[in-house]
């Protein structure tokens, strides 16, 4: 009990030391309040001019954004231009083609027809000139084997016979040749089975018969 009262006085005298602490500790947050009030109002005003530098960035890049758009859109409308006016190009290159190969065709069909029209022209004419000739030939063949006949009945009767053509008085024809002589003309000897007499060179003429030139 001697060393009691020391202990109390001891003890009390480190309830109110802490009790000083405490009243300490507790006025001592007003400053460091005040300090980290003006910390944040300085950060706060950093973070709005980030927030501005950021919201200007971001409408740049939507102003560049919206800008490629609208390339983007422009290049595919030009895209599909240059794609129509392909299709349309090459429709017309195929209708051009189409047409030229028609047109071609047209000629050489025209071509053809004029070339067989001309090839069987100057096969009737060829045969008509060769018909033509052949006739002719058989008209020379028949008058040269008539005058033949003419001039050989003419020697013959000149050469031969029994009638005497200057010695009748009369106008003598040959049947045959039908050629009539007068009296006075030169003395052809004709076969009296051939002789046909006239009384005029007129009868004679009438009978078919044409004078003798000799």
Not at 32 to 40: F, G, N, Q, R
Not at 103 to 118: C, D, P
Request: glycine fraction near 4%; include cysteine; charged fraction near 10%.
């Amino acid at each position: 009990m001697h060393f009691g009262k020391p202990v109390l006085i001891a003890l009390l005298s480190l309830t109110i030391l802490s009790g000083c602490a405490q009243s300490t500790a507790t006025t001592t947050p007003k400053i460091v309040t005040h300090t980290k009030t003006s910390y944040v109002s300085k950060r706060t005003a950093a973070d709005t001019a980030a927030w501005s530098s950021a919201k200007a960035v971001s409408r740049a890049n939507a102003a560049s954004a919206k800008q490629l758009s609208q390339q983007s859109s422009t290049l595919t409308q030009a895209g599909s231009e240059a794609s129509s006016q392909s299709s349309a190009l090459t429709a017309s290159h195929s209708s051009a083609h189409s047409a030229a190969v028609a047109a071609s065709s047209s000629i050489a069909a025209s071509t053809s027809s004029v070339l067989a029209a001309s090839v069987s022209s100057s096969h009737e004419a060829a045969k008509a000139a060769s018909k033509a000739a052949a006739q002719q030939a058989d008209t020379a063949a028949t008058s040269t084997q008539t005058s033949s006949a003419a001039s050989t009945t003419n020697n013959a009767n000149h050469f031969s016979g029994d009638t005497d053509t200057a010695q009748t008085g009369r106008i003598i024809g040959n049947r045959n040749s039908k050629i009539y002589h007068i009296e006075t003309g030169h003395n052809y000897h004709m076969a009296g089975k051939n002789a046909v007499y006239f009384d005029t060179e007129a009868a004679a003429q009438a009978a078919g018969y044409r004078k003798s030139l000799r």
